[in-house]
């Protein structure tokens, strides 16, 4: 016989697709898909059960004085003061969102859409300074203002990110003399 011949009688049909085994591992995989989602929403829960300690939130006072500062951007989380990556998730500080800042006299107004509006009062305004990341968000050197405060006893940092990163500067400027202006008061 030719090679050509043998070729030719060596063929087979190609194998049925198992469609039973497919179907299987796809249902698999979904379910280890929502049993990882699952388990990081209750990981979510619970770190908000253990900063469940946290008072809640200020609100801002119905007369905080003229603006000496506005900024539109987005809020990107509060963590721990000096821990970049232990977010605080209590009373819907966890979640990004839009932002509205206004500083004034009274304090610093956090207003955002969708999310829980607060206000940190001027005597809890600790610090403000430029940086590259906060949980969650890592960006540029100087990429974000992060604003300290006290809050239950507890630092917190804050990230925002304005539409026009060249306000940051007079930011941390304007919330630093704030601070110090009350410290030398003090």
Known sequence: MTPVILLAAEKKSAEVTDWAARIGWLVG??????????????????????QGDLPELPTAPQDAGPAKLSMSGRYHGSTTAGQWLDRIVAHGLGSRSRAELTLTDAGLDVVRPGATDFFVPAERLRGAR?????????????????????????????????????????????????????????
């Open 29 to 50: 995989l979904a379910l280890f898909i929502a049993l990882v989602y699952w388990l990081m929403r209750e990981g979510w829960k619970w770190r908000g059960t253990l």
């Open 130 to 186: 430029l940086d590259k990341g906060i949980a969650g968000k890592v960006l540029t050197e100087g990429g974000l203002l992060i604003v300290t405060w006290e809050h239950g006893g507890k630092l917190l940092d804050s990230g925002f990110r304005s539409d026009r990163a060249a306000e940051h500067n007079d930011w941390v400027d304007t919330l630093n003399q704030m601070i110090n202006k009350m410290e030398g008061a003090r």
